[in-house]
């Protein structure tokens, strides 16, 4: 069942990092339901600090759910956009739950070491470490080159400074057309 998989993997987690369940272990007892398209689970918070699945007809405390959007952004960047996040109930046990999950951290190099022994797990991961910085490091340089490309080339994105001429020339209109609605005023006054 997928609901007991995930709370499989979030105990899985947990173990690998002690703070949570013992912020956590004040929680015992309750209930809380996570909502993030696709899954929506019901996860009862144990005496030690772990999850377990909670019953169809269990009382619900506190509810947190994000839209489609905000969950994927939270699953390939890691940030929360905390202003569409939704929670109902208990905000406490909302809040500590959600700091929780946020911050729990996979120490894969170590699961991965059971599977193939400590050496090989490190040089796997260190690969790993190095391909996702030279990719990332591409990546800019690649953005780089596509802003000079349309700033200078094929002019798409306009430069600081010329916004900035630009705005202080808007300004001086502004103030110019200020100044003469004001003189027009005036002769309008006088006549």
């Known amino acids: 069942m997928l609901t007991q998989l995930n709370a499989q993997i979030l ?5 690998q990092n002690s703070w949570a369940a013992d ?6 007892g309750k209930t809380i339901e996570l909502s993030l398209p696709p899954m929506q689970t019901r996860l009862f918070i144990l ?18 759910s994000l839209p489609p959007a905000a969950a994927l952004r939270l699953l390939t960047e890691g940030q929360l956009d905390a202003t569409q996040l939704h ?16 911050n729990l951290r996979w120490e894969y190099e170590e699961d991965l070491s059971h599977l193939i022994g400590d050496i090989p797990a490190h ?3 260190s690969f790993g470490r190095r391909a996702a910085a030279e990719t990332m490091r591409q990546a800019t340089s690649l953005a780089g080159m596509f802003a000079e490309y349309w700033l200078e080339e094929q002019p798409l994105i306009a ?3 010329h916004l900035e001429r630009f705005s202080r ?5 502004r103030d110019d057309t200020e100044r003469l609605a004001k003189r027009l005023e005036k002769l309008e006054q006088a006549l």
């Not at 105990?11 to 173990?15: D, K, M």
């Not at 912020?23 to 015992?28: Q, V, W």
């Not at 020339?169 to 209109?173: I, K, N």
């Open 11 to 15: 105990n899985h987690l947990l173990s």
């Open 23 to 28: 912020r956590l272990r004040r929680f015992a």
């Open 47 to 64: 005496d030690r600090g772990e999850f377990a699945i909670a019953p169809a007809d269990a009382e619900v405390h506190a509810r947190m």
């Open 87 to 102: 929670i109902d109930g208990d905000t406490e046990l909302a809040t500590e739950v959600g700091k929780v999950l946020q």
């Open 123 to 125: 040089e796997l991961v």
């Open 159 to 161: 430069k600081r400074r």
């Open 169 to 173: 020339e808007v300004d001086a209109l």
